[in-house]
């Protein structure tokens, strides 16, 4: 929709925008707004944004082009920049961005809910599940499992070797096992037993040679287990999960079989249930819950025992299945609560937006800490309804370095103490000047939304900046400028800006050199009237 009305203005600002959000649906009212009045929209501020970024699963970069769409209890109402229904777009450069109807109002009683469902060639699919608790401004992270580049904890197999008849019957049986190649200790295995028919999601058979595929994550690596569909966010402690494809020549996908199929996983004999900090063992239970790609919900199909240690000093657990899509083996009875600890910050001098992460066996989540925040509440303060009542590491990084404390995320009191920046901190400040080609015309507005800056110096993590205030005249609804200050920035040091508008992704390297900068960057887009 945005691509169909006039664009010939350049907004003349400073490092990451994220998306100029603005409100308004109907395409024809908004022509007709050219010809008969001086203002080019009369919008309303969307009230709930969301940013986020997309990295590789084992380098931390960008993924430069995901197409995402979103499923579950809210997906209806996400809207792009015009407050249209988004239900699909493709972003370049790794970042995204997108509002939610103003007619919900999210708190913590009544949550706004849904999944990013993101895709990029050569990548496993993630699913990124989103609960929004305030309005104001939400950002998430989601890593994506690179296929040819899997992270650390991953194990792969395949099988080409069957084949389906006319009628889908795969007559002789056949197995798929995964071995290591990310430093994985854990395997997992699939056994299709003879005279099994698969059919796909309409019922259809497969016919033909099959290509079965399977991937299996392992609990006990933060990086495998980050890839998990919907995230640690559930509170569940996971020892593993898998993800299982089969498809025919035709390219059919399987999606149900006539007998059960069985699969298999190992559980490291290291693996400690952060609940109790003692190590699995023979005997204990797990829960096992498949996914649903449609709703981007985790549902219960069964308990399976631990069993072992086997020859290679790993525990077995076997579960038999009826259907495919990501399987998961989770620890049951985990206890969960809505009041959990307080992480009480000094920063020293760290000033700017803080991030953050907590993991520990089968668990993992990011976090940031808006600037000169100086304590959060679990779970609340992170965006989540409930934390699990376990012990894990919680790291917080500033621009001088992080520090690591191992806390029970359920209650407790806990102080950080950053370390102290060396150098002189900067407070940069950047002016954002619209322009339009044609200089006869100005960019006008009744109102200006959030946008949102990343920046980065060192290592993968893009932190989330803060929102500029922009100025414009309310008698005549132009556009004058606006202003952002990212605060805390160290003299002397690099830094990488990423700008995010419009599906697009624009790059700035600024290195800090006086006290005072200003830093202008180019971006085109937008509406320009006379």
């Not at 991953?154 to 990310?182: C, E, I, K, P, R």
Request: aromatic share 8%.
């Amino acid at each position: 929709m945005f691509k169909s009305f006039q664009r010939d203005f350049q907004v003349l600002f400073i490092l990451l925008i994220g998306s100029l959000l603005l409100t308004g649906c109907d395409i024809n009212k908004a022509k007709d707004a050219f010809n008969k009045v001086s203002l080019v929209i009369g919008l309303k501020p969307i009230t709930t944004t969301v940013s986020g970024q997309f990295l590789d699963g084992k380098t931390g970069d960008l993924i430069q082009n995901v197409t995402v769409k979103f499923i579950g209890n809210d997906a209806g109402d996400v809207i792009d920049m015009f407050s249209d229904p988004l239900s699909q777009q493709t972003f370049k450069g790794g970042f995204a961005t997108f509002g939610i109807n103003n007619n919900l109002t999210p708190s913590s009683s009544s949550p706004v809910t849904f999944t990013v469902v993101a895709q990029a060639p050569g990548y496993v699919t993630a699913y990124k599940k989103v609960t929004l608790t305030s309005t104001d401004h939400f950002s998430f992270v989601a890593t994506m499992a690179n296929k040819n580049n899997l992270p650390p904890g991953t194990s792969t197999g395949s099988n080409n070797s069957a084949t389906a008849g006319s009628n889908g019957t795969v007559s002789q049986g056949y197995s798929v096992q995964t071995t290591s190649n990310s430093g994985s200790t854990s395997n997992a295995s699939m056994s299709v037993p003879s005279n099994t028919i698969m059919t796909d999601a309409s019922g259809n058979p497969l016919s033909g040679t099959l290509t079965s595929q399977m991937i299996y994550f392992n609990g006990d690596s933060t990086k495998a287990i980050h890839q998990i569909p919907g995230g640690s966010d559930d509170g569940s402690i996971s020892t593993g999960f898998a993800q299982i494809k089969i498809t025919d020549a035709s390219g059919k996908k399987a999606a149900k079989f006539s007998k059960p199929v069985t699969i298999h996983s190992e559980v490291s004999s290291s693996f400690i249930n952060p609940a109790t900090g003692n190590p699995v063992k023979n005997g204990d239970s797990l829960e096992v819950q498949s996914y649903n790609e449609n709703t981007g919900q985790w549902k219960k199909e069964g308990m399976a025992v631990l069993k072992g240690p086997n020859n290679g000093g790993n525990y077995d657990v076997y579960f038999q299945i009826s259907h495919l899509s990501f399987w998961k083996f989770i620890l049951p009875k985990v206890k969960l609560t809505k009041n959990g600890a307080t992480i009480n910050i000094q920063r020293n001098g760290n000033d700017g937006v803080l991030t953050g992460d907590a993991s520990t066996y089968g668990y993992t989540l990011n976090f940031s800490v808006p600037a000169n925040i100086n304590k959060i509440m679990l779970p609340q303060s992170i965006g989540l309804e409930y934390i699990p009542e376990i012990t894990a590491n919680i790291t917080l990084n500033g621009i001088s370095g992080g520090v690591t404390q191992k806390i029970n995320l359920g209650s407790g009191s806990y102080n950080f103490n950053l370390p102290a920046p060396s150098g002189n901190k900067i407070d940069v400040t950047f002016n954002l000047v619209p322009k339009c080609s044609d200089t006869s015309k100005k960019v006008h507005v009744t109102s200006i939304p959030t946008s949102e800056v990343y920046y980065q110096q060192t290592g993968p993590e893009w932190i989330d900046a803060g929102q500029p205030d922009w100025n414009f005249d309310k008698n005549t609804s132009v556009l004058s400028g606006g202003t952002l200050t990212v605060n805390g920035l160290i003299q002397g040091k690099t830094y990488t800006f990423k700008t995010a508008f419009d599906g697009k992704t624009y790059t700035k390297v600024i290195n800090i050199t006086s006290k005072k900068m200003t830093v202008s960057q180019v971006i085109s887009g937008g509406y320009c009237k006379k």
